[in-house]
Structures are given as C-alpha cells and as structure tokens.
C-alpha cells in the first residue's frame, strides 16, 4: 500500500486488471473497504477471477470483464486473462492482462502487469511500453492473424 501512495495521485486513473484481494481477509468486508479507500486516484476494476462480490460493491469507476481505452492516439485493451489478439492489435493496441502472476511477462503487443512482475509497485503506461519493447513476439501471432504484421 505504501508503494500505491507514493506513485498514485489523487487524480491519476488508476486501474486495477484484476484481483484487487486474495487469500483468507478477501472475504472480510471491513478490511476490502479500507485497502479500497486507502488506493489514491480514481479507481478502475477489470474483473478477475478473485474478485467476489465483496470486491465488485466497492465503490469502482467502472467494473469491466474487458474495456478497451485510449493513452493519447493509442488503443489499450484490458483484459484481466492474456489473448492473442484483440481488436485494433494490428494497428498497434496493446493488451494488458495479469493473471499468470510471475509466470509469463507477455509478448511485445499483450504485456502482463501483474504486480508479481512489477516489484508490487503501480506502473505507469509509458514503462510498460518500455518494457515490450524488449518482449519477442508471440509465437502464434502469425497463427491467428495471418499476414499482419504487429505494428503496421
């Protein structure tokens, strides 16, 4: 938490790809509420498969399954699972997914921010970038989207 309030500021977005709790206090409202209200920003939620009802009524702008946005010209999909494609992926969106925990960093266009790889720190969109830069493509990109290049 301390790592939260030293990068997020109360005007950030702040999102939330999935799992906001696990483990045995996940179901104890009292102790969701103050993690919830102690995370600064306005907070978004991108359902995970922990993420119970106690989580979801937490007070989220929104709560999503999937969403995609926009940082500036370009398109970002959130997803809390990993895919291999998704819309716009071949005009250069990214997918951000958590899930795996530490077990898959992603590929250079579908990163994985879960905050097992982050050091569970917050990470801005910028460093995300930075670090795709140096994930390989995936394996089957050109399985599913025959004759597309990543970023054309």
């Not at 600064?40 to 359902?47: R, S, T």
């Not at 995609?68 to 291999?84: A, F, N, R, V």
């Not at 879960?114 to 910028?126: E, K, Q, S, T």
Request: glycine share 8%; proline share 3%.
């Amino acid at each position: 938490m301390a790592n939260y309030a030293q990068w997020v500021m109360p005007d950030d977005e702040f999102w939330i790809i999935g799992n906001f709790s696990h483990g045995r206090l996940k179901d104890k409202e009292g102790y969701l509420r103050s993690l919830f209200e102690r995370v600064p920003g306005k907070k978004h939620l991108v359902a995970g498969n922990h993420d119970n009802r106690q989580v979801k009524t937490l007070g989220w702008a929104p709560i999503s399954q999937l969403i995609e946005i926009k940082d500036g010209e370009q398109s970002l999909t959130l997803c809390h699972y990993p895919m291999i494609t998704w819309s716009h992926a071949r005009c250069g969106a990214i997918q951000l997914f958590g899930h795996v925990h530490q077990h898959w960093q992603g590929s250079c266009n579908s990163i994985n921010v879960g905050v097992d790889l982050w050091n569970f720190m917050p990470v801005r969109i910028d460093t995300i970038r930075q670090r795709a830069k140096d994930l390989l493509v995936n394996q089957h990109w050109h399985q599913v989207e025959r004759n597309a290049d990543i970023f054309s």
